[in-house]
């Protein structure tokens, strides 16, 4: 990216060559960055550790280096730079690219907040609320998800495997279907009704929703958020409703026989 910051430094560490990206965002002018020392970069108190995570990212130890950048006028730039060894006309320097994480920071502050608020709004209508790792199978319960089915959060193993040995034996080939079906991409989103057996061995009926919020490369789901309802006071209505009306049938044709 255009907008990444890049050193160019000598076996020395001292700057040979940078980007007018990183020029406009350190505040320096061109000269005064040029011949300086990479280490004066991040703040004093986190030289050594920069200097150390350097060292370990040229032995292929490590990936990147989330030191953030100081600014000539003293506020910190979150970034992550990536270090590597290069060599140009038999000479060896170091190539440090670091991107601006900020925006990222600001991304992932405002998803946890709206996190927090859904979770808050469901626990006060009683719906569960799941977020289901589909690579690691690493799912994170809400602490009304664990109560719906008398569970306490800390009882609940935070994997699928927990879920899927609560589903009713009879249901779970029409919830893999459907939740199939949007893994795949084929639907909008995941809507099951289903069974989902209780701490005390009852059955819930249980209305679960999905949507896949983030896909990979390949377009394979990474990762799925949902909620859970519980339905049982509506399914025994309906089955009431069904057995009523299968006895009225059944006496009205007796009564005409």
Not at 134 to 140: A, I, L, N, Y
Request: charged letters at 30%.
């Amino acid at each position: 990216s255009f907008d990444d910051f890049i050193f160019l430094l000598n076996i020395e560490g001292e700057i040979v060559f940078t980007n007018d990206a990183t020029i406009e965002a350190l505040g320096y002018q061109p000269e005064e960055l040029l011949g300086m020392n990479v280490l004066e970069v991040p703040p004093p108190d986190r030289r050594v550790e920069a200097a150390t995570i350097v060292d370990q990212m040229l032995k292929g130890a490590e990936k990147f280096c989330p030191v953030p950048l100081l600014a000539k006028s003293g506020s910190l730039i979150p970034v992550e730079t990536r270090v590597s060894m290069i060599q140009f006309n038999g000479v060896n320097y170091l190539l440090g690219v670091s991107r601006d994480t900020s925006g990222w920071i600001r991304d992932r502050e405002n998803l946890a907040r709206s996190r927090q608020q859904l979770e808050l709004i469901l626990d006060a209508t009683d719906d569960g609320f799941w977020d289901w790792n589909v690579k690691t199978g690493q799912v994170e319960f809400s602490p009304s998800w664990a109560r719906m089915l008398g569970y306490r959060l800390e009882e609940v193993d935070p994997d699928i495997s927990f879920w899927d040995k609560l589903v009713h034996p009879d249901d779970r080939q029409v919830v893999f279907d459907e939740l199939g079906a949007h893994l795949a991409g084929s639907t909008e989103q995941y809507l099951s009704e289903h069974r989902v057996r209780h701490k005390n061995g009852k059955w819930v009926w249980i209305l679960d929703r999905g949507k896949i919020v983030e896909r990979g490369g390949n377009n394979e789901a990474i990762r799925i958020v949902g909620t859970h309802t519980d339905i049982t006071a509506k399914k025994t209505a309906e089955e009431q409703l069904r057995y009523r009306e299968s006895l009225e049938l059944f006496i009205n044709e007796i009564a005409t026989n």
